[in-house]
């Protein structure tokens, strides 16, 4: 893991091969406490880094398909791999408040009695995320400049305005890339859940936990398009 600066994203997987990744950290602006679990998770296990070494094991080597091998950024395969790398947060924490207030908050030395409203207040703004998406939409298409899209997030989003302006400068670099996080999460979680759901109704009896993990391992694990995500 590696503390960088002067990055458009808060964190970046850069994987090397042989299931080796190493993880940059951006630390332009001050990381809160739900970020620990969220930059773990997405980045490393069970997002990125497993993702990748995955393909790598049951593609590159399994089935000698070297073609994936090469990871392409701009493409529909980010949607799956970002959205993946986020709904695997909740996979892998599906208690993650119980653990970041009696663990996380002490160890940063954060008031845990306060825990309670920091997540309902966290809940609450979580349900802005696509406003994220319209400035990029506005931005990009030339419908406003960027002072105006850092304004609509400070309004839509309820950004502060540094990290407004952070995100501004994912759009310019990235551009229509910010539809994979949170529009990818959405669909990999429905992609997921119908999955389980459907084998829960052949069998009750299975844990619902367990089939959650097997069937995120089946989707990073085999050969996949943007559009199989909605059948």
């Not at 964190?11 to 091969?17: A, L, P, S, V």
């Not at 406490?33 to 980045?43: P, T």
């Not at 920091?118 to 406003?131: F, G, I, R």
């Amino acid at each position: 893991m590696e503390f960088v600066t002067g990055k458009p994203w808060s964190g970046y997987n850069w994987f090397k091969g042989n299931a080796f990744s190493v993880i940059q950290i951006n630390t332009d602006l001050p990381i809160f406490i739900d970020r620990a679990i969220d930059l773990a998770a997405h980045e490393g296990y069970p997002g990125h880094h497993v993702n990748n070494a995955l393909l790598e094991q049951h593609l590159v080597r399994g089935r000698g398909w070297v073609e994936f091998s090469v990871y392409p950024l701009y493409s529909p395969q980010s949607l799956i791999a970002e959205g993946s790398a986020n709904y695997g947060i909740d996979v892998c924490f599906p208690d993650r408040t119980s653990y970041e207030s009696q663990v996380l908050f002490p160890l940063a030395g954060i008031d845990s009695a306060r825990a309670a409203k920091y997540y309902e207040v966290e809940e609450l703004v979580a349900k802005l995320s696509y406003a994220g998406n319209e400035a990029a939409r506005r931005f990009l298409n030339g419908l406003c400049t960027r002072d105006e899209a850092i304004e609509w997030l400070c309004n839509y989003a309820l950004m502060p305005q540094d990290r407004a302006a952070k995100r501004v400068s994912f759009f310019e670099c990235y551009r229509s890339y910010v539809i994979n996080y949170n529009l990818g999460q959405d669909l990999v979680k429905k992609f997921v859940m119908q999955r389980v759901e459907r084998r829960l109704a052949i069998n009750p009896a299975q844990d619902q936990a367990l089939a959650m993990w097997e069937e995120l391992l089946w989707l990073l694990s085999t050969p996949q398009v943007a559009s199989n995500l909605t059948q």
